[in-house]
């Protein structure tokens, strides 16, 4: 297997390293130059690229050409800057930002001496033997070795969650996919083209790998869809622990700079961001990762207090990311073991207000919490303002607040037996409307009137007047 840092080894090479010294146990699978500003559409994952700098004129092109690699999953990136005065700092910047390890090229190397020991190195790590499937494969993201495994055996191959979601596809008789995914989410037996092994423990919501066309394998056929199952288990293990432990949940929840912390995990400062919680008993991480796999755009993943919490990029978001997820969970409600799923969605907010965006998902999962429903997916904004501003005011305070507003009502009603209390509510929920509150009283609406008017009489405030109105029913939503 060849990694980053055995290039840096090698002397004929004489690279430099200019960032990146914790990345180079990243595995090369294949070489790639170009000097196109975007090359998204050309780059492969684990690719060493090659660039002559080119494309760069200036302070701020960087910027999209390392994003293009971060997005590929590029291992590293090596640059000569013979033509343009030496390595751009707005370029070791981005490398930075994206963690994309850089390599200086001597500028008097050619890149075919590059391309000619890379190809040898790769060539030798094929040869060492590791099992039935080449050494790198170990290394390879889940597509390609999916699509490895799939030539390898001749047969079309997916991984599917429990969820029903189809994780990847060679993209051979992929509409037989979905229908493949359902029954496998429901535990029920595959039809007999099909061969279904599971793929990682110890998750939540299970993978296979079911491999399609006959059964009658030989031994090596089973030997190879059996490690293949084994190594797509073990990137989905290091994928989650990479993303737990990122240090910008920290900051978040311990406080510091979110700008600066946004910045190294590479995220645009003016993208607006969706905060996601998710509580299950010590599952939810695994239940998050899996309701936000295959989102079109960035996300984090970390942890807040005693939830598992991402931050997604806001645009793009689905609007019925709510009833998808809902939906998912149920499917897997089977197999859960935790009493209650929760789930809450705060924002959309810019940088600067990501910690308001929290606490409107923490109130929106304790509004969960008191619901019914094993499985609640709640978002913030189905939520009242008057909810979520209650929601941080403390007991003693409830308690202060409503006695202070509501003091000579409560007496009366308990001196007099009435519930005018009850009356000034339906009254208010009405919009203040005394016919439409006397329909749902059932009385008269001279009747109405005379009790709100009573009722202000009581409290020294007019209950026709907006402010006033406000006041009266916050005090009333403090004992829910």
């Known amino acids: 297997m060849t990694a980053v840092k055995t290039l840096l080894e090698l002397p004929e090479l004489r690279l430099r390293l200019r960032g990146g010294g914790d990345l180079l146990d990243r595995r090369v699978t294949r070489v790639y130059g170009t000097e196109l500003p975007d090359p998204s559409r050309y780059l492969s994952a684990g690719e060493l690229v090659l660039t002559g700098l080119l494309w760069w004129r200036g302070p701020g092109d960087a910027e999209p050409f390392v994003a293009a690699l971060a997005r590929a999953g590029t291992a590293a990136l090596a640059a000569s800057g013979a033509d343009s005065g030496g390595i751009p700092e707005d370029l070791v910047q981005a490398c930075e930002r994206h963690r994309i390890p850089l390599l200086e090229v001597p500028p008097d190397l050619s890149f075919a001496v590059i391309v000619e020991r890379v190809v040898l190195a790769l060539a030798a790590g094929r040869d060492a033997p590791t099992g039935r499937l080449p050494a790198h494969a170990a290394d390879l993201p889940l597509p390609e070795l999916l699509r490895l495994g799939s030539a390898e055996l001749g047969l079309p191959c997916w991984v599917l969650a429990g969820t029903g979601r189809v994780v990847a596809g060679t993209g051979l008789l992929l509409p037989e996919a979905e229908p493949l995914a359902a029954a496998f989410s429901m535990g029920t037996t595959l039809d007999s083209r099909h061969t279904v092994l599971p ?17 009658n394998w030989t031994n090596e056929q089973h030997e190879i869809a059996a490690e293949v199952a084994t190594l797509i288990g073990r990137r989905r293990g290091s994928a989650r622990q990479h993303e737990v432990e990122r240090s910008l949940f920290r900051v978040l929840a311990e406080g510091g700079d979110l700008g600066e912390s946004f910045a190294a995990a590479g995220w645009p400062p003016d993208a607006p961001v969706r905060v996601v919680l998710a509580r299950a008993g010590g599952a939810e991480g695994d239940l998050l990762d899996e309701l936000l796999a295959g989102y079109p755009v960035r996300v984090l993943r970390g942890r807040f207090g005693g939830s598992a919490c991402a931050l997604v990029a806001a645009e793009g978001w689905p609007d019925d990311w709510p009833s998808a997820a809902t939906r998912a969970l149920s499917t897997v409600e089977p197999a859960l073991t935790a009493d209650r799923v929760l789930v809450s969605i705060g924002g959309p907010a810019a940088l600067t207000g990501v910690r308001g965006a929290l606490e409107e998902a923490v109130h929106a999962l304790e509004v969960g919490a008191g619901r019914d429903e094993r499985i609640a997916v709640v978002p913030g904004a189905e939520i009242g303002v008057h909810r979520l501003v209650l929601a941080g005011v403390s007991d003693e305070l409830r308690t202060a607040l409503r006695r202070r507003v509501l003091g000579p009502l409560l007496d009366y009603d308990a001196a007099q037996h009435s519930d005018l209390v009850h ?27 005379y009790r709100i008017g009573r009722a202000g009489e009581l409290l020294g405030l007019d209950l026709t007047d907006f402010t006033n109105q406000v006041d009266v029913y916050l005090a009333l939503r403090i004992s829910g």
Do not use: M, Q, Y
């Open 423 to 449: 009356t000034v509510r339906v009254f208010l929920e009405s919009s203040g409307s005394p016919a439409v509150a006397a329909k749902a009283l059932h009385i008269h609406v001279n009747t109405l009137r």
């Open 199 to 215: 793929a990682g423990e110890g998750f939540t919501v299970p993978w296979a790998l079911v491999v399609g066309g006959s059964t």
